[in-house]
């Protein structure tokens, strides 16, 4: 399967958490010493929030099961001038509305293959 890339522009307010990968070692004195782990230490979290029409929901929906938390895809963070590698974390949440719903996910920036 090709990687996919998502296109769906999520509502305003997305918030987006730094999580740093570090190993550290404390000494008998006190000195603690920390270091980043592997080249690309900094992932970003993403949680985001899409809505509109049924329609786009259940697109947006569809796009996230097909990945199943464990196939990457490509998607272009805000403020963001390239496409970076993500996969979801957790299962969406819907909020039905009559004619209105809302789709809360969490992308975490992925490395590998």
Known sequence: ????????????????????????????????????????????IWNLTFDGDEVRIK?????????????PFLWKPPGEANLLKFKTSGTPTKVLNVGYQMLRVTFRQHFGT
């Open 1 to 44: 399967m090709a990687v996919e890339t998502f296109e769906w522009c999520p509502v305003p307010g997305a918030e987006v958490t730094y999580e740093y990968a570090t190993v550290s070692a404390a000494f008998g004195d006190g000195l603690e010493q920390s270091a980043e782990l592997g080249l690309n230490n900094e992932r970003q």
């Open 59 to 71: 697109a947006i929906t569809d796009f996230v099961r097909r990945h199943k938390g464990s196939l």
